[in-house]
């Protein structure tokens, strides 16, 4: 069967190849993994269960289930400070969808969107599919990683219709600072493109940070859309529940979208989100906690490698570590480190050309694997 160019020219996942790799292997420490390593909490898979039992497996509107989209509404208003009503929220099948969905619903084809680099990889896929083209705007180390306003200004043309930006980051685990972010806002203004803010690891903040959206400075609001998803605050990746937050006449436009994509999302998986963010917190501050010590441990373990160098990330679950005195390519040493003591690890190379000189290591594991794969690593490339 004959498959079509557009999806043919789709980037590949440097992520899968590094499985793949893997896969001829045993006793291997899978560190490429993005998810969360907890279940989901007992009384969300509760809730979920109830649906099922009370007649939530219909169909359901293309928009969102109306008690998530109030709950979401809510959420936002309290723990983001958006002003925010039911009719500004989209509930869409994980982050990743309302991503896509955002994209189709506020470019053309043959617009410019500027997007993080390195940043995460789908981005690309989502623009190749809406035939925008992806302007990568480097976020460089001595800024630690994090996005500047005079970087994506210094590539925006007449073709530029949008900006992503991703805080916490994957892959770096940067947190923009509020000062930076309205910045960023303030540029959207001056040459009047909409910004596209990616936030699914919000909860996971470091070292007293503070969460900043910037569609909550009243100024920028109806140019920015949130994005963001249950996955990684409620480890209910597999659940695929996600959101867009954004101008009552995006969600109207995003509701067409849905209606012709995927109808709508799981009925019962909607019902347990909107229990997520009605109820006790605790289990999310818990999981956070648990990542901060294990990023600690992390960071200090690979600091001790020769040739390596990490800095601390500031949230979500990733260290982008610095391996540039090796003198191998990310590529390069992924592959050995996979082949002589079978750490999987990801090349920066997956997550754009800003991020050659780099390797992702996911923290998303028990304290205990996270010091065996450093002292795996130690002993294939030394210690300092």
């Known amino acids: 069967m004959k498959i079509s160019r557009k999806v043919s020219a789709l980037p590949a996942s440097g992520i899968r190849r590094m499985f793949d790799l893997a896969a001829g292997y045993e006793n291997v420490i899978n560190l490429c993994i993005g998810e969360p390593d907890f279940d989901t909490p007992e009384h969300i898979i509760e809730a979920g269960c109830c649906a099922l039992h009370h007649g939530y497996t219909k169909y359901v509107a293309n928009a969102g289930l109306p008690e998530l989209r109030e709950a979401v509404a809510a959420k936002m208003e309290r723990v983001n400070g958006i002003p925010c009503r039911a009719e500004n929220v989209m509930i869409t099948n994980g982050a990743g969808q309302s991503l896509m969905s955002v994209i189709q619903c506020v470019t053309e084809p043959g617009d410019e969107v500027i997007v993080p680099d390195p940043g995460f990889p789908n981005y690309l896929g989502y623009m190749s599919l809406a035939r925008v083209t992806p302007v990568p705007a480097a976020a460089k180390e001595e800024n630690e990683f994090r996005l500047r306003a005079e970087d994506i200004e210094a590539h925006i043309t007449e073709k530029t219709s949008a900006i992503i930006i991703n805080s916490p980051c994957n892959p770096t685990g940067a947190v923009m600072d509020r000062e930076e972010l309205i910045r960023i806002g303030e540029l959207a203004e001056k040459y009047n493109l909409n910004i596209i803010s990616d936030e699914p690891y919000e909860a996971i903040l470091y070292d007293g940070r503070e969460l900043f959206s910037l569609a909550s400075v009243e100024r920028f609001r109806n140019r920015v859309v949130t994005v963001n998803s249950f996955s990684k605050s409620y480890a209910m990746t597999g659940w695929r529940v996600g959101y867009t937050v954004g101008p009552s006449e995006l969600i109207r436009a995003m509701t067409l979208l849905q209606e012709s994509l995927t109808s709508s999302v799981n009925a019962a998986a909607q019902y347990a989100a909107a229990v997520a963010l009605d109820s006790d917190q605790t289990a999310t501050v818990q999981m956070k906690d648990v990542y901060e010590k294990r990023r600690n441990t992390l960071v ?85």
Do not use: H
């Open 300 to 384: 200090k373990g690979l600091n001790d490698i020769r040739g390596v160098s990490c800095i601390r990330p500031g949230g979500a679950f990733y260290a982008f570590v610095n391996i540039k005195e090796t003198g191998m390519t990310s590529m390069e040493l992924a592959q050995r480190l996979i082949e002589k003591c079978q750490v999987v690890t990801t090349p920066g190379s997956a997550f754009g050309n800003a991020g050659e000189g780099y390797i992702r290591i996911s923290y998303a594991s028990a304290t205990e694997v996270l010091e065996e794969a450093v002292e795996r690593m130690k002993k294939e490339l030394g210690e300092k």
